[in-house]
């Protein structure tokens, strides 16, 4: 009975240990847009872990402000994915966070669509057009801006529409509100058939830094082995994606509740895809020209305020050692 005892003990013990090292990963949009699926494909190619982690689940948020809240709230997560406007601004206003990863440098997943019989050929024919964003502050609000100066125009020689959400901006299109939807992947994917593409990000924009890996002062001491291995392991996913797409787009599918053929056409459309030489999906090096770009971009349209010190919001000592160098 002393040794079932002891056994039952030591059992219940290390069932404890396990339950409290169980960690979650703030993504913002996770399940929705394409940035977090290399966290996905860790999740089911057992990357996580290869790596000593017991990550439990993926919280996702409708956006980069309720994944900061989910990381600060009592205890909070040790690491999440966010829009870098959205964190520079919470630093700017005394959030005591880090950008410790560089996730998604460019907006490839970006594509600005009209109805097949629109007169609308490209960014040239935007003049006096109704285009749609998501809502103020917004990246495609920035991005909308960026387009028409592409276009040697400036936001008084079109007009912008607020629609609320990428898929309201596609109703908003149907009904002849706006004559331009902002359309991100993988919904793009799944409506191409539908719309006639004019603006592909990626062809006209420059590199701009999406999202970023992100954790608190408190947590960069206390969970340093953490968030290397966090990093370790979506770099994996990264690389596996890139050389197994088809592959990696039936987890994609399963994970997203999307069609197999809409998960296989959002992610080779984005392993293959470039912005100047730049990937799409980054392994974690800094790039620090695209995170200045997308800042300037989001202070376009007044989500920064402030000047921004990137030599202290940045820590890269998690990163591994051949990316720890500055882009």
Known sequence: MRRLFSWLTGALLAAGLASASAEELAIGNYGVSANGMPFGVALHKGYFKEEGLNITGLISSAGGGTSLRNMLAGGGVPYGEVNPGVVISAILAGADLKIISDNVLTVAEFVWAVKPESSIKSVKDFKGKKI?????????????????????????????????????????LDSGQIDVAAITEPLWSKVKHKYRAVVVASEVLPPLDNVVGVTTVEMAEKKGDFLRAVIRARRKAVLFMKSNPDEAAE?????????????????????????????????????MEGLKRMIEAQRSVGAITGEVDYSKIIDTRFLPDDLKALK
Do not use: C
């Not at 936001?155 to 629609?163: G, M, N, P, R, S």
């Not at 984005?270 to 730049?278: A, E, I, N, P, R």
């Open 251 to 287: 987890i994609v599918a399963k994970e997203y509740k999307i069609d197999l053929d809409v998960a296989k056409s959002a992610v080779r459309n984005l392993v293959t895809s470039t912005t100047k030489g730049v990937p799409y999906w980054g392994e974690g090096q800094i790039h």
């Open 132 to 172: 749609g964003y998501t809502n103020p502050r917004s990246t495609s609000q920035a991005l909308a801006r960026m387009l028409l100066q592409a276009g040697g125009y400036t936001e008084a020689d079109a007009e912008l529409v607020k629609t609320g959400g990428f898929g309201e901006g596609i109703a908003a």
